[in-house]
């Protein structure tokens, strides 16, 4: 079955260290990843998308299909990047988005 | 704007009482879903829903009725609401290419007493 594991339900990183969060997946197909961010008392919203290989807000997530994981890094924390994060994954041809748990991230001045 | 709407966004009911919530999305998008997201668990589909009239179980439909008459509208059913559903519920839309990003409603923290 389709799996995602975010390990860690809670970081806490200073302002200024680097981030990482860590995103594993189990999917036998070709697996479409995304990370979504909740600021406090705020909706869902799209962060990236591995397919983009883009950097918002200055962070970036590669895609290791080798490792089968897909974690998202920023080299700098702001204390405007606390937030719960997801990882999430969407199987080829559904409609489906396969949720890990959320990790809470707090940065610390 | 566009933009996921639902309502109500707070809703506190007892044991058995049916309620709907209500879901409307401005951008004419074809794939519509609900979710639940409890502590520890992340979010899971309840139900989803590809076009108008067509709907399909998700992970976690027991308990739960859709219906989808309407493009823009998508309510969720709760035909007698039992203390485990308590949650926050969230309703998400799409477009049907492949790269249409997943937009979300406020979402609606359910109470069941």
């Known amino acids: 079955a389709q799996r995602v594991t975010q390990p860690e339900k809670l970081l806490s990183v200073f302002k200024g260290a680097p981030v990482e969060l860590k995103c594993n997946y189990s999917?036998?197909?070709?697996?479409?990843l995304f990370w979504y961010v909740q600021y406090s008392r705020q909706r869902l919203q799209l962060l990236l998308r591995?397919?983009s290989r883009e950097s918002i807000k200055g962070f970036t997530a590669d895609l290791n299909k080798g490792e089968t994981s897909f974690h998202l890094k920023k080299p700098f924390a702001q204390e405007e990047d606390s937030a719960m994060y997801y990882c999430?994954?969407?199987?080829?041809?559904?409609?489906?988005?396969?949720f890990g748990q959320g990790t809470r991230l707090t940065i610390n001045p | 704007e566009a933009q996921v709407t639902q309502n109500p966004r707070y809703l506190i009911t007892v044991t058995g009482k049916k309620l709907t919530v209500t879901c409307s999305q401005n951008?004419?998008?074809?794939?519509m879903s609900w979710y639940r997201q409890d502590p520890g668990l992340g979010l899971r589909q309840i139900y989803y829903?590809?076009?108008?009239?067509?709907?399909d179980k998700g992970d976690v439909p027991e308990g739960y009725k859709v219906s989808r008459k309407e493009k823009r509208n998508f309510p969720l059913i709760l035909e007698s609401p039992s203390p485990n559903q308590t949650s926050l519920y969230f309703c998400?839309?799409?477009?049907?290419?492949?790269?249409?990003?997943?937009?979300f409603g406020p979402g609606t923290r359910l109470t069941v007493t």
């Open positions: 998400a839309s799409r477009g049907a290419g492949y790269l249409y990003e997943q937009y």
């Open positions: 999917y036998s197909g070709s697996p479409e």
């Open positions: 591995h397919i």
């Open positions: 999430a994954l969407r199987i080829q041809g559904a409609q489906k988005l396969v």
């Open positions: 951008m004419n998008h074809e794939y």
């Open positions: 829903s590809m076009n108008v009239e067509v709907t």
